[in-house]
């Protein structure tokens, strides 16, 4: 079993990566819409007081200005809450960064239904659909506090060009390894087995985990995929772990429709057709709760996942 280092959230995780970032690269400037701190922008602003802009409560605005820096050879990180800034700003990051092709770094915060008590306003869960169907767009939605520093740093050094970053408030296990390396357009795999393969991003891959130790209790033996890179995405070792197992789960903080079932299954139903179980929010929105009960009502727990393989083993 991997270990875990403890409880840090993946907020804290890009706001360490964004600090360093910016002692590497001067280029960078944060833009922020009035929550600094509440989204992991706030160790940047105090040390780059000059290279920080708060713009008040206004996303659309934050996302247009973040263009026109790109456009004068900045690197813009422009961070809000996921639900705001991927989606209320949609049409600025389709034609003003997408269409241009613009090197602007977006942080989405607060992602999915373990924001908990803010409720279903605040509960991103369609982000990933609504940006990864953009032309242009890379999305990356990393498992752990480590990792989320790493797409910091892989945002700016791998991709010229928009990035997505997904990630949460809630402190959760980090576990990744602090040596591994984050490659944009690959991915992990964490666990091996041949019964069954369980792909997974964000906060559900220490759920994958957890549910394959269970899971061995039982003689099922599962591989263990971390799709910490949504687009691009890993086709080589999706497929490879689809013929060797011949069944999956996906596991996603996320709705079902257009997230990373979507994403994985679009590869499997034109190379290598299995049975694939979801495990994500089924076509609803949340609603105010604690982060870990709100995850076990609607089912995107270790204990959704372990029914999600035993389920689709049979269909083998």
Same mark, same amino acid.
């Given at each position: 079993?991997?270990?875990?280092?403890?409880?840090?959230?993946?907020?804290?995780?890009?706001?360490?990566?964004?600090?360093?970032?910016?002692?590497?690269?001067?280029?960078?400037?944060?833009? $922020?819409?009035?929550?600094?701190?509440?989204?992991? &922008?706030?160790?940047?602003?105090?040390?780059?007081?000059? @290279?920080?802009?708060?713009?008040?409560?206004?996303?659309?605005?934050?996302?247009?200005?973040?263009? $026109?820096?790109?456009?004068?050879?900045?690197?813009?990180?422009?961070?809000?809450?996921?639900?705001?800034?991927?989606? @209320?700003?949609?049409?600025?990051? @389709?034609?003003?960064?997408?269409?241009?092709?613009?090197?602007?770094?977006?942080?989405?915060?607060?992602?999915?239904?373990?924001?908990?008590?803010?409720?279903?306003?605040?509960?991103?869960?369609?982000?990933?659909?609504?940006?990864?169907?953009?032309?242009? &767009?890379?999305?990356?939605?990393?498992?752990?506090?480590?990792?989320?520093?790493?797409?910091?740093?892989?945002?700016?050094?791998?991709?010229?060009?928009?990035?997505?970053?997904?990630? $949460? @408030?809630?402190?959760?296990?980090?576990?990744?390894?602090?040596?591994?390396?984050?490659?944009?357009?690959?991915?992990?795999?964490?666990?091996?087995?041949?019964?069954?393969?369980?792909?997974?991003?964000?906060?559900?891959?220490?759920?994958?985990?957890?549910?394959?130790?269970?899971?061995?209790?039982?003689?099922?033996?599962?591989?263990?995929?971390?799709?910490?890179?949504?687009?691009?995405?890993?086709?080589?070792?999706?497929?490879?772990?689809?013929?060797?197992?011949?069944?999956?789960?996906?596991?996603?903080?996320?709705?079902?429709?257009?997230?990373?079932?979507?994403?994985?299954?679009?590869?499997?139903?034109?190379?290598?057709?299995?049975?694939?179980?979801?495990?994500?929010?089924?076509?609803?929105?949340?609603?105010?709760?604690?982060?870990?009960?709100? &995850?076990?009502?609607?089912? &995107?727990?270790?204990?959704?996942?372990?029914?999600?393989?035993?389920?689709?083993?049979?269909?083998?």
């Amino acid at each position: 079993m991997i270990e875990s280092r403890g409880l840090i959230s993946t907020r804290e995780g890009f706001s360490i990566g964004l600090l360093r970032a910016g002692v590497k690269y001067p280029t960078i400037v944060g833009i $922020g819409s009035d929550i600094t701190a509440s989204v992991g &922008m706030d160790k940047f602003a105090k040390a780059y007081p000059d @290279r920080f802009y708060s713009l008040g409560i206004a996303e659309q605005n934050a996302i247009s200005v973040a263009a $026109g820096m790109a456009m004068t050879g900045k690197i813009p990180f422009v961070a809000s809450y996921a639900t705001f800034i991927a989606m @209320r700003t949609l049409d600025q990051i @389709r034609v003003s960064v997408c269409y241009n092709h613009l090197n602007v770094k977006i942080g989405g915060a607060h992602a999915g239904i373990s924001v908990g008590p803010d409720g279903a306003t605040h509960q991103a869960l369609e982000d990933i659909a609504a940006l990864r169907a953009l032309p242009n &767009m890379t999305v990356l939605s990393p498992a752990d506090a480590t990792q989320t520093e790493k797409a910091v740093y892989a945002a700016i050094e791998q991709v010229q060009g928009p990035v997505y970053i997904r990630y $949460g @408030r809630e402190a959760m296990p980090d576990f990744t390894s602090k040596d591994a390396d984050f490659i944009v357009g690959k991915s992990q795999v964490l666990a091996d087995g041949t019964d069954c393969v369980i792909y997974a991003t964000g906060h559900l891959v220490w759920e994958a985990l957890t549910a394959s130790e269970m899971l061995k209790k039982k003689g099922i033996h599962c591989c263990i995929v971390n799709l910490y890179s949504i687009k691009p995405i890993d086709k080589q070792i999706i497929e490879q772990t689809a013929r060797m197992c011949k069944c999956a789960v996906t596991a996603e903080e996320h709705q079902i429709i257009g997230g990373l079932y979507g994403a994985v299954t679009e590869i499997l139903a034109q190379h290598t057709p299995i049975p694939v179980f979801p495990v994500g929010m089924n076509n609803c929105f949340g609603e105010s709760g604690k982060p870990l009960e709100l &995850m076990a009502k609607y089912h &995107m727990n270790a204990n959704a996942i372990i029914e999600a393989v035993e389920k689709v083993i049979h269909l083998k």
